[in-house]
């Protein structure tokens, strides 16, 4: 089951990819995306802990850093989606004795966007990007938690789901009846 697990998570990540630089773009608000990309991190992390939230964000992110209209350098993505990934793997690890519950779901959702933003905002900072502004952060991380907060609405449960209903055989006699 585990390579199923795989290229469930790489299928989402690779989807999330597309949708995210091909056709959100087209409805930006103030210049901000939802990050498509982030929440399904998010969704994978919440579904399977820490180490996944963290593999399957460091490579949803380099996919980021590199499929065009790459404008930056490599790398900057991997490291906040990474980050992101391990923490919302982290908040499923802690309340692991039952479901994380829709409120969870959304604070989790606006502690990542809030983690990736920042992260990516400062390694562009320490790599002189001119496009990194701190004057317009406050507002742009309000309209990126908002906008991925409603976009994780549709997603998150989907991820949850289908990553919920691949278990090996063993997991499965324990968990369904």
Known sequence: MIPLRIALAALFLMVAVTVQTSLLPHIAVAGVVCDLVMIVVVGLALARGPEWGAICGFAGGLMLDVVPPADHTAGRWA???????????????????????????????????????????????????????????????????????????VVIPIVLWVMRRVLPARERRRVLP
Do not use: C, Q
């Open 79 to 153: 490291l906040a989606l990474a980050v992101s990934g391990y923490v919302a793997g982290l908040i499923r690890r802690e309340t692991s004795a039952g479901p994380v519950g829709p409120v969870g779901v959304a604070g989790t959702v606006v502690l990542g966007a809030a983690l990736s933003l920042l992260l990516y905002s400062a390694t562009g900072s320490l790599l002189h990007d001119p496009a990194v502004d701190w004057n317009e952060f406050g507002v742009r991380l309000g309209i990126a938690a908002g906008y991925d907060v409603v976009g994780a609405i």
